[in-house]
C-alpha cells in the first residue's frame, strides 16, 4: 500500500489521469482524481493534499479559476497543466500562485521529475525536508526569521503561510539585502524560466507576499521595497 505524499490529479480527459496515476503511484504517490474544476475545487478545499496537478482549460471552472479559490484558503502547492500555445494561461496561472508548469504533450517521466523537485521545497510536505538536530541555514531580522532548512517563515514569532514560489522569492530577496533586482531578474532566479511572460507576475507575488505579512507584522512587509522603475530589495530594518 502506498504511504507517500498525496496528490490531486485534475484533468477532463480520463487517459491523462490515469497515465499520470499510474507513473506516481509508482513513486509511492497516493493518487486522488478530479475530473472537473468543480469536483477538484471541493476536494482540494476539504482535504489536505501535499500537491495539485492541476489542468488549465476544463468544463465548468478552469484552472485559472480553481488555483484562484485555493490560494484564497491554501498554499498547497500547484502544477498546472497547459497545452502548447497557451502561453497567456501560463502567465496568467503565475499571476494566481501556481508554482510550476508542464505543457502538454508531456513526458510522464517529467511529471514525475517535477513533482518531486517541488515536494522537496514545499513547506507542505515535511517528508522532503531533511531534518538536522542543529537548525544552520536560518536567516534573522528584527521582525522576520526565514528557517530554510525547514522553509518555515515567522513574523514577529508567528508562522506565516506561503506558497512555494512565495518562499522562494521572500528567501531569494532575503539573502542580498539592499540589494535591488528588476522584474527580469526575478523571473529567471525565482521562476527559473526564460519565457516572455507578463512581469506583472513578480508584482503580483510581491503584493501578495506584502499582505500576507502585514496581516501578522507591519514591519515584516516593509521590508519587501518596491524602487520605483527598477524592481524590489529586500532593505533591512533599523529599529
Known sequence: MNSGPKILVVDDEERIRRLLKMYLEREDYIIDEAENGDT???????NEYDLILLDIMMPGKDGIEV??????EKATPIIMLTAKGE??????GFEVGTDDYIVKPFSPREVVLRVKALLRRSASSQKYVQEKAVTKDVIVFSHLTIDNDAHRVTADGT??????????LLYFLAKSPDKVFDRERLLK????????????????HVKRLREKLSRISENAAKMIVTVWGVGYKFEVMND
Open 87 to 92: 502561453e497567456v494561461n501560463r502567465v496568467q
Open 159 to 168: 508562522e506565516v503561510s506561503l506558497t512555494p514560489k512565495e518562499y522562494e
Open 40 to 46: 477538484a475545487l471541493e476536494k482540494a478545499l476539504e
Open 189 to 204: 532566479e525565482v521562476w527559473h524560466y526564460e519565457f516572455f511572460g507578463d512581469l506583472r507576475t513578480v508584482d503580483t
Open 67 to 72: 488555483c484562484q479559490e485555493i490560494r484564497k
